[in-house]
């Protein structure tokens, strides 16, 4: 599209050209096109000509913005995929079917998977906690478990473990905090780069 672009209005440009007086015709040479320039001056074109090198300007730099951007084009995102899973009925892990009520001390069987599209080998981590809630804020709290990996650009790591909830009560959040690196002193939701979480009712045995 763009070419046929330049090749419409160059043909324009030729046709224009040949319909003016010769003295008029656009000359490349530096001499002829500085006495014009000044003969236009004198004629009190200077609002013309300050017009036309503006356009000039204008168009060159829509062409070296495009050349830049067609030699250059943006690199794609760096991102991690981080996924939870649970083991369904006959034994594989899948997305779907997580558990909505268990007995205290019941252990559940998980998997996370993280598969790195960051460019780099990543070490990462992960803690599980168990949450109380009250509206938005985590009242209590309990770490489950953690564990962590150093994965490859492009490779995929996933991780069977088991939970056990240790405290009772009506949806309590199961957090699963994705760290690059070290996770902090104090893992939350707010310091974690991703975060996964299913709800769960945990009764007394």
């Known amino acids: 599209a763009f070419g046929l672009f330049v090749t419409l209005f160059s043909l324009v440009s030729v046709v224009r050209r040949y319909r003016l007086p010769v003295e008029e015709r656009y000359n490349p040479s530096f001499t002829v096109g500085y006495a014009r ?26 062409a070296s913005s495009m050349a830049f951007a067609l030699a250059a084009p943006p690199a794609s995102g760096e991102f991690t995929d981080f996924s939870l899973l649970t083991q369904n009925e006959n034994g594989t892990f899948s997305s779907a079917g997580f558990p909505s009520e268990v007995t205290q001390g019941t252990a559940i069987p998980m998997a996370t998977s993280i598969e790195n599209n960051e460019g780099e080998q990543t070490n990462y981590s992960v803690v599980v906690q168990l ?75």
């Open 131 to 205: 949450q109380r809630m009250d509206g938005e804020q985590v009242v209590e709290r309990q770490e489950l478990t953690r564990f962590s990996r150093t994965v490859g650009d492009g490779g995929t790591w996933q991780h069977k473990h088991s939970i056990v909830p240790s405290m009772t009560g009506e949806d309590l959040r199961v957090q699963y905090l994705l760290y690059e690196g070290e996770p902090p002193a104090d893992p939350r939701t707010q310091n974690a780069d991703d975060t996964l979480h299913i709800w769960i009712t945990v009764t007394a045995p």
């Open 37 to 62: 320039f000044r003969r236009r001056l004198s004629n009190g074109g200077t609002a013309v000509t300050a017009v036309n090198v503006l356009l000039v300007l204008g168009v060159l730099a829509a």
